[in-house]
């Protein structure tokens, strides 16, 4: 087992926007949900990512989840602040007005809206890394039209950049390309794995930093993280095979994601609606059934023996 690198570890999950009946949003919500990550254990947080449709929210909007939830925090758990844009112009004054507000780290996604070469995938990144160079940047990528960004272009930009400090790659069989990543880097950037956790298993032994799934499983796959790196593989394989299906289902599509996650945290008395802006996903009553039993499992797993036997 690889010892993982120092500075964010473990579990950042990504907290979803809770939104009023009207769609505004609903600042006491991202409260809530601060409060849960913080007497979950996780040592830092997320948003707004994906997870927390940030391709609805204006830019201002974003900023205010930023501050609300940097100001509830209150220094008991790390803000990781999301500040994408496929603009360089629009990340950069983002991401600079959530340092302003307190972030202490800043996360971006490598913009795929059109498929762009590495050379001008390394420029953007590039001058986004200049623009904050006090500050921890989390670089993200999950391309649906083809490879993430190239171990050659990672260790390039750890070179020129010593502000790029960590990395979320969102892709299947990717433990060739993480072992290659951490021996060409030194271990000197914490790889995180995205897609809500869902190969950590095979990821753990090979070092990786951390994962970032969504909010109402991660203080579960915390335990798994902690669990896996501390040896005791059969405890963490019996715990993430009872909350797998819910994952797995559940990213079918990023939408129907927000659904889940909502009615799972709702289930789990965290929040009080499952409202996601439109264009939203409408699951059929087949799939709202199944969510609703795939949430219960994970509800029982908590107050389960096997789960609470686990220190």
Not at 74 to 96: D, F, Y
Not at 156 to 183: D, G, Q, T, V
Not at 213 to 236: M, W, Y
Request: charged letters at 20%; one cysteine or more.
């Amino acid at each position: 087992m690889k010892e993982a690198p120092k500075g964010l570890t473990g579990v950042v999950p990504i907290i979803p926007t809770p939104f009023t009946a009207d769609e505004e949003i609903d600042g006491l919500g991202i409260c809530n949900l601060i409060d849960f990550a913080v007497e979950s254990g996780i040592e830092a947080v997320c948003l707004p990512a994906y997870a927390s449709e940030f391709y609805k929210l204006s830019d201002e909007e974003k900023l205010y989840v930023v501050k609300v939830a940097v100001g509830h925090a209150a220094g008991r758990i790390k803000i990781v602040a999301q500040s994408n844009n496929p603009s360089l112009r629009g990340a950069v004054k983002l991401a600079e007005a959530n340092v302003k507000a307190g972030a202490d780290v800043i996360s971006l996604a490598v913009p795929r809206i059109f498929s762009l070469p590495e050379d001008s995938l390394k420029e953007y990144l590039g001058e986004f890394l200049k623009s904050i160079p006090d500050t921890p940047v989390l670089i993200q990528d999950f391309n649906p039209g083809g490879a993430s960004i190239s171990v050659n272009f990672i260790e390039a930009l750890m070179n020129e950049h010593p502000n790029f400090k960590y990395l979320k790659l969102e892709e299947p069989l990717c433990a060739p390309k993480f072992e290659e990543i951490i021996r060409r880097t030194n271990g000197n950037i914490g790889l995180f794995e995205g897609w809500g956790g869902l190969y950590m298993l095979e990821l753990i032994p090979l070092g990786i930093a951390g994962v970032m799934p969504g909010l109402g499983v991660s203080d579960i796959l915390q335990k798994v993280f902690d669990l896996r790196r501390n040896g005791e593989h059969a405890r963490a394989f019996s715990i993430f095979e009872r909350v797998m299906p819910q994952i797995f289902f559940s990213l079918q599509n990023m939408e129907l994601f927000h659904y889940a996650e909502k009615e799972l945290l709702m289930a789990r008395g965290i929040l009080t609606n499952s409202i996601a802006r439109k264009a939203a996903y409408k699951p059929d009553q087949s799939s709202i059934n199944y969510i609703k039993e795939l949430n219960q499992r994970v509800v029982e797993l908590v107050n389960s023996e096997i789960y609470n036997l686990v220190s």
